[in-house]
């Protein structure tokens, strides 16, 4: 069993945070993980992307080749797309739909959402929206990761454990805050994970 | 004890401290700024004392790295690959003084360029000063590298050279540890004239380093980082250095690599075994992250010997860094996309922060610039640099640290008048103050602007050598002091703004600007941490 993840965004959304809480859960259920991060200037808002790779047995690239990713988990609807030669036949590509609009010539927005929708297996999840829903504006990175829960192989229970873990330091309502957000991401993703 | 999940650059930390490390020297730069990162919120180092503060540039990190060395005590010193550019001259003639305490030089290749300038690759410079040079395949391998690069170093007496590139500095996964090991006592070298390089002592310690060469040979023909893998199949064999390993590997996933495999992760290489190679094998590939230098020792100018495919005839592109999928075609495999990206996608590349005092400062520059034309602005390295992007597009040059003052002055003297510098406050001290001394020297027609953000910045905001000090060393130096302007760059100064530089553009000397204002990032940093504190 493995899960080759591409994590996508822009600088300063914070998808290291997305990175360190599933590579937490995968450490807790003792899978070998690798984790490429982007680091220095592309991070000054830029197109950033982490290549999350999990799985029970050793893995030998730190990068994901063309064709071999499972998931796509983007908090940039744009961004989600960008990276499409890494995703293989079956892969699922779960993305925000709220854009991220820091440059003059962001194409259209319907035709981004359209390509998206295009993709046989895809969520498009309005998670800054849901995250304010459930009070929690802050947590809609997680939603996001919610929402991709059902497509990495690793047991819901042990991101519960990597978001204690991870936000323990910060007080019992972060936590909490969190979690509500992790199963407010995933129950829509069970809700619209139907295959086209 | 537990294994970690490190970024590779930390685990090049976490094996120099279990190893016994006295003192890490470094300047910031991508990506080997978590190295330094890392010993300065270590609790062993931090127990321990061990030395992490950062350096004011490669070259005065180098030097101090071998003053530690020169006491007994283990010493790292790391840089990105440009940076050794810089601290070169005490590089190269440490391979010529060797070592006390063991000297570990450990430099971060930045290939296909995602932070740099250029992508040149560091093996040649441990080529270039003849001492042995490590490049680990992953995570685990940067930690044993570090931890046992100490004795390597201490056994022969030399630096040894630690040569990582981006995707492992900047990848993560689970490392295994060793016991930590106890620090050096401070003991002077036995040969109280090692360290001395006067000719005639210096011809005695280069005769030395050339009759050391056969044991860094030996040393590397035995070293398990250079590894054999049989394979059936003859038509080719591999040779794969560093992080290439994995994306071979990756090619095959569970099945064996049917070709003989040699896995290099220590130089000088390892001779025999690529004798062995090429006498078994009809042809090699070679895999390198970075230059061809494998490929042009072994293809040879004259390329006469056995077919040799890799970067140099088109098999691998000349370029880049390397990659599974590049690797596999290669190969001869076939690909695997099945998604292109649509085409309609725009691109986005970095740019300043909202709020940013650089960009107030690049519009009132720009409004300044007017009544003399474009084309006169040299800048320099940092996240100022982004000013050559849209919508500012007020630099014009951007070549190495320290580059802007000097390239003003020297356009000055061709008569492009005024020339203007844009520098930031960490790379002024980094490389800036002997350009700056030229200058006043020759009273060139040059204003230079210093952008004060209190950081080095475009790193992650590390300490600035140059905070509180500016207006003084501008001073010391000989610039006039009516001639260093200071304002705080916010949009409702921009009359003040252009005014000053107006005025001191016109100044037929050197002036000095300095817009000062506190990075963003960094007053943000202090804010949350100031405000855990109080909750606290």
């Known amino acids: 069993m493995k899960t080759d993840i591409v994590l996508a965004g822009v600088g300063g959304q914070g998808i290291l945070s997305i990175a360190a809480t599933i590579g937490m859960a995968a450490t807790k259920d003792n899978l070998n993980i690798k984790q490429a991060e982007v680091h220095g200037m592309s991070q000054r808002g830029g197109a950033v992307l982490s290549h999350m790779r999990i799985s029970e047995k050793e893995i030998a690239s730190d990068l994901i080749p063309e064709g071999y990713a499972d998931l796509i988990l983007s908090v940039e609807p744009m961004e989600s797309l960008r990276y499409l030669p890494f995703l293989n036949a079956n892969g699922w590509i779960v993305a925000n739909s709220t854009p991220y609009i820091n440059i003059p010539d962001y194409p259209d927005i319907k035709r981004i959402l359209g390509e998206i929708e295009q993709h046989a297996n895809h969520i498009l999840i309005d998670a800054d929206h849901i995250a304010k829903e459930i009070g929690s504006p802050k947590s809609s990175n997680i939603v996001m990761l919610g929402a991709a829960s059902p497509f990495i192989n690793i047991p819901f229970e042990s991101f519960l454990e990597g978001i204690k873990l991870i936000f323990g330091k910060k007080g019992d309502k972060v936590v909490n805050d969190n979690i509500a957000a992790l199963h407010a991401g995933k129950s829509f993703s069970e809700k619209h994970s139907v295959k086209n | 004890m537990q294994k970690l999940p490190l970024l590779g650059a930390e685990a090049i930390a976490q094996g120099a401290i279990d190893g016994g490390m006295s003192g890490i020297y470094a300047y910031p730069g991508t990506p080997s700024t978590e190295i330094t990162e890392y010993v300065q919120i270590n609790k062993t180092a931090k127990e321990r004392k061990i030395h992490s503060r950062w350096s004011t540039n490669e070259k005065t990190a180098m030097e101090a790295a071998l003053g530690m060395s020169y006491a007994g005590k283990r010493a790292m010193v790391c840089m990105k690959h440009v940076g050794l550019n810089v601290a070169a001259d005490a590089f190269m003639n440490s391979a010529i003084t060797g070592v006390n305490g063991g000297l570990l030089v450990t430099v971060a290749d930045d290939p296909s360029m995602h932070s740099s300038q250029n992508e040149q690759d560091s093996r040649y410079y441990g080529k270039f000063a003849m001492i042995p040079t490590l490049e680990p395949s992953n995570q685990q391998e940067a930690y044993e590298m570090a931890y046992h690069g100490f004795e390597l170093s201490e056994k022969y007496q030399t630096p040894v050279l630690i040569r990582i590139t981006t995707r492992l500095a900047h990848s993560r996964a689970a490392v295994g ?21 006067l000719p005639s002592i210096a011809r005695g310690r280069y005769k030395n380093l050339l009759g050391n060469q056969a044991n860094f040979l030996l040393s590397s023909e035995e070293s398990v980082y250079n590894q054999y893998f049989e394979g059936k199949d003859k038509s080719m064999g591999i040779i794969a250095c560093g992080i290439s390993y994995n994306y071979l590997k990756e090619n095959f996933r569970d099945e064996d690599i049917a070709y003989p495999v040699l896995k290099i992760g220590q130089y000088p290489i390892p001779k025999s075994k690529i004798e062995k190679i090429a006498n078994e094998c009809n042809k ?253």
């Open chain 2, 177 to 197: 540890r060793h016991d930590v090991k106890n620090e050096n006592k401070l003991v002077l070298p036995q040969d109280p004239k090692q360290f001395i390089l």
């Open chain 2, 284 to 536: 090699l590939l070679i895999l390198e992250e970075g230059y061809p230098l494998i490929e042009e020792m072994i293809k040879g100018y004259l390329a006469n010997g056995i077919k040799v495919n890799g970067r140099l005839d088109g098999t691998l592109p000349r370029d880049g860094e390397l990659n599974p999928t590049i690797v596999a075609k290669s190969l001869g495999l076939s690909g695997t996309k099945t998604f292109d990206i649509p085409d309609f996608l725009a691109n986005r590349p970095p740019m300043l922060c909202q709020g940013c005092g650089h960009a107030d400062t690049y519009n009132a520059l720009n409004i300044a610039l007017n009544n003399y034309g474009k084309g006169r602005v040299f800048s320099d390295i940092g996240c100022y640099t982004l000013g050559a992007l849209p919508p500012f597009e007020t630099i014009d040059s951007c070549v190495d640290m320290g580059a802007s003052i000097t390239m003003a002055k020297g356009a000055a003297d061709a008569g492009l008048i005024p020339a203007v510098a844009f520098i930031g406050d960490s790379t002024f001290t980094h490389s800036g103050i002997t350009g700056l001394i030229d200058a006043v020297k020759e009273k060139s027609h040059v204003t230079i602007i210093i952008a004060d953000n209190f950081t080095t910045a475009m790193t992650g905001g590390q300490e600035s050598s140059a905070t509180g000090k500016i207006e003084d060393i501008c001073q010391g130096i000989g610039v006039e002091p009516e001639h260093i302007r200071i304002f705080v760059p916010l949009k409702k100064n921009m009359d003040e703004m252009v005014r000053i530089f107006k005025e001191e553009m016109a100044y037929e000397g050197v002036s000095v600007v300095i817009p000062r204002r506190e990075c963003i990032q960094t007053l943000a940093k202090r804010k949350k941490e100031a405000k855990k504190k109080i909750l606290n």
